[in-house]
T-cell receptor, first 113, second 113 residues
């Protein structure tokens, strides 16, 4: 099925550990995004990539890095995880057709202890 | 900070009734979108209304947009138990660095059978 695939679905890290969240889309979309969602809140933008080779900071970029590996893949890296990064992370993509919205992955639930 | 505020934060109704959710935002936008999130799942795009449109329908959904008041409403008619979910409004702005989608905090809708 076409869409946005995120891996892993669940992860527990110890404070200070690093990890990379993977995201891939097969809809030939130019733009890709990483959001985090904390309990009782909407989604907040971490980083985005309008096209292959470009990345930009969103609302809450501190503590994260991203890589737009190619048109399909956009990864999010936590270099030194902190408890404040416990959250659900969503990847999304958007095509050029402005009649349609974003397509979201199913999320990665990350706990930092 | 979140772009928009949604009202109410929680709504509980009986099956067959209509549900209305409101959203306000702060800055100029290209379009406004509504998403649904079932518990523990990713977000699903419901409907997009452009800044030059005032009303849009899709099945049992009706969205209005008042750019002079910077507000939108989502009406779900003849609600069903399966409509139980969180609903988020999100504003999209197109910038030189690409498009960005900014979310409100959501309305938790419970439809009782």
């Amino acid at each position: 099925n076409a869409g946005v695939t995120q891996t892993p679905k669940f992860q527990v890290l110890k404070t200070g550990q690093s990890m990379t969240l993977q995201c891939a889309q097969d809809m030939n979309h130019n733009s890709m995004y990483w959001y985090r969602q904390d309990p009782g809140m909407g989604l907040r933008l971490i980083y985005y990539s309008a096209s292959e080779g470009t990345t930009d900071k969103g609302e809450v970029p501190n503590g994260y890095n991203v890589s737009r590996l190619n048109k399909r893949e956009f990864s999010l890296r936590l270099e030194s995880a902190a408890p404040s990064q416990t959250s659900v992370y969503f990847c999304a993509s958007r095509g050029a057709d402005t009649l349609y919205g974003y397509t979201f992955g199913s999320g990665t639930r990350l706990t930092v202890v | 900070s979140q772009q928009g505020e949604e009202d109410p934060q929680a709504l509980s109704i009986q099956e067959g009734e209509n549900a209305t959710m409101n959203c306000s935002y702060k800055t100029s936008i290209n379009n406004l979108q509504w998403y649904r999130q079932n518990s523990g799942r990713g977000l699903v795009h419901l409907i997009l209304i452009r800044s030059n449109e005032r009303e849009k329908h899709s099945g049992r959904l009706r969205v209005t947009l008042d750019t002079s008041k910077k507000s939108s409403s989502l009406l779900i008619t003849a609600s069903r138990a399966a409509d139980t979910a969180s609903y988020f409004c999100a504003t999209e702005s197109w910038e030189t660095s690409g498009s960005r989608l900014t979310f409100g905090e959501g309305t938790q809708l419970t439809v009782n059978p």
